[in-house]
């Protein structure tokens, strides 16, 4: 198949609907409305249901409801409307429910503005929602990865049975880039926890309320160990000349675009300098970063310092890191973070 | 890597200029990406659109030091001009632009878009006189990726306009 030019929403949902999604419900919220609308529009004609729920809190009840019969289901939201989904999103990780949430960010907090942000990543990667679940987090950083990283996002929640997160931004839903559909198939995956009507066999509930503390305590410690092997064998991410750099950079989605512009910049003027970009936000990938102990860190990112605290984890005093951001919509330019890199690597003289 | 900022009031046919700008390089196998100002925008209002054509991959979507401008309205303009890179280009549709450009830096091009367009019977394709205007002086990409564009951009219930719409590009590029 041929590229085609493409709304990075737009993509997610193409991908979503490839991947098997049949039922999506959503709520309107900008700047991410493009996904709904593909979905109104595309999602009936090929055998799915598209509902527009009257609030997030029923659209993720509605996906709740629709993971635990074992329908491939989607929704969608910005920022605001995410922190709505929140009590839902406990309850579906809790129920062991595979899902896919998407949040195409905004900047925060409060009604904040619809301009992109990543505001949210603490509340994507921390829990948002009450207790000791997790959800798998990734951050796509270009349209293609809108597509591909949904399509996977899917296979992740039925492997694991568990919420998958998409956590994009104003910018990468609203761009358009070249994207490719994979003709892959969906993975396979039996589902006889679900709740498909009890013909000729014991029925199966889908329940989160475990009153014996014997019980909820063992429960967790079940969810604990789910969350260790995920973190084992989902871990992703990717570098860019990082081999011998004295400086890494760190970050996602826009601001790792951005971030790349700036260590060809930096690279263009003999600087050594490379780009950890994490895929999976959770789990987080602490081996990059490891492997370049006692370096200069640089993180990069459209928050304040969110990301810098799971950076500072892996790097565990082994290193100093650094930061830039930039807050309220604004995107930070491959120039200013050059001027941060050399801050760093020339003390100021390189300005 | 070419970057241009598209500009004027929504209904112009800012967006879709920029889509089939962006639409044309990927045709030619080029990277390209289209990011859209995006916000409580209304027809009448300002609107604008960063397009990046590249060999490489592209970083930032979002246009700060654009090699060209091509700017439909006034209020576009007074933004836009000091925003071109020196030696860069700048296309004005004099039509709806009351002043020339200060900048003797920059390559400024008038053309009055939307009067041509009238001339051929639709002041819509005021879009496709400029950006015809602008291809001739910058060949990022060629007319023939721009008509097959066309097929791709516009919705299947505005195909009857393409030769139209080729006429208009080809009148932006002819004009002297």
């Given at each position: 198949m041929a590229k085609v030019l493409m709304k990075g929403n737009e993509a997610l949902a193409e991908a979503a609907i490839r991947a098997g999604c049949r039922a999506f419900y959503g709520y309107p919220i900008t700047p991410q409305n493009e996904v709904p609308s593909y979905m109104a529009q595309n999602l009936p004609e090929r055998g799915g249901v598209y509902l527009q729920a009257e609030s997030e809190v029923s659209a993720i009840n509605m996906v709740y409801g629709a993971a635990g019969c074992g329908v491939r289901v989607m929704t969608s939201s910005s920022s605001p409307g995410l922190s709505l989904k929140m009590e839902g999103i406990s309850y579906i990780a809790a129920a062991e429910l595979p899902c896919v949430i998407v949040n195409v960010m905004r900047c925060g907090?409060?009604?904040?503005?619809i301009h992109p942000g990543q505001g949210d990543y603490f509340q994507a990667v921390k829990g948002?929602?009450?207790?000791d679940y997790r959800l798998i987090v990734l951050a796509p950083a270009s349209v293609q990865e809108m597509a591909d990283l949904t399509f996977e996002a899917f296979d992740l929640a039925d492997k694991w049975r568990n919420p998958v997160m998409i956590l994009a931004d104003g910018l990468l839903g609203q761009m358009m880039e070249p994207v490719k559909f994979s003709q892959k198939e969906p993975l396979a995956v039996e589902k006889?926890?679900?709740?498909?009507?009890?013909r000729g066999r014991r029925p199966n509930t889908v329940n989160?309320?475990?009153?014996v503390p014997e019980s909820l305590e063992r429960r967790n410690y079940a969810l604990a160990d789910k969350y260790s092997r995920i973190a084992q064998s989902e871990t992703r991410w990717q570098e860019y000349k990082?081999?011998?750099?004295?400086l890494l950079l760190a970050a996602y989605g826009t601001s790792a675009r951005v971030a790349r512009s700036a260590v060809d910049m930096a690279r263009a003027e003999g600087l050594k300098v490379g780009l950890i970009r994490p895929i999976s936000l959770w789990p987080f990938p602490s081996e990059p970063f490891e492997r370049h102990h006692g370096k200069e860190f640089l993180v990069v990112e459209m928050s304040m310092g969110q990301l810098v605290e799971d950076v500072r984890l892996a790097v565990n005093g082994q290193g100093t890191v650094h930061f830039h951001n930039r807050l309220g919509g604004m995107v930070p330019t491959p120039r200013e973070v050059l001027v941060k890199i050399k801050d760093i690597l020339l003390g100021g003289e390189g300005q | 890597m070419t970057e241009i900022i598209i500009a004027g009031f929504?209904?112009?046919g800012v967006l879709v200029m920029g889509q089939l700008l962006a639409n044309a390089g990927m045709l030619e196998g080029k990277e390209v990406s289209w990011y859209p100002s995006y916000?409580?925008?209304?027809?009448?209002g300002t609107c604008n659109c960063s397009v990046v054509i590249s060999a490489g991959e592209i970083g930032s979507?979002?246009?700060?030091?654009?090699d060209a401008v091509i700017v439909m309205n006034r209020p576009s303009l007074d933004r836009f001009e000091p925003a071109v890179k020196p030696g860069g280009i700048l296309v004005y549709n004099t039509t709806l632009v009351d002043r020339a450009p200060e900048r003797s830096d920059i390559t400024a091009i008038g053309i009055p878009a939307t009067a041509v367009a009238d001339e051929l019977g639709?002041?819509?394709?005021a879009n496709m006189v400029a950006l015809g205007a602008f291809l001739k002086a910058?060949?990022?990409?060629s007319p023939e990726s721009i008509s097959r564009s066309l097929e791709r951009v516009l919705s299947q219930r505005h195909h009857h306009l393409i030769p139209l719409n080729m006429q208009a590009l080809e009148r932006g590029r002819a004009y002297q």
């Open positions: 907090p409060g009604l904040g503005g948002g929602g009450h207790g006889p926890w679900a709740t498909t009507g009890a989160t309320l475990d009153i990082t081999e011998d750099a004295d | 929504g209904g112009q916000g409580p925008e209304q027809r009448g979507p979002i246009v700060s030091e654009p639709n002041s819509r394709i910058s060949p990022v990409v």
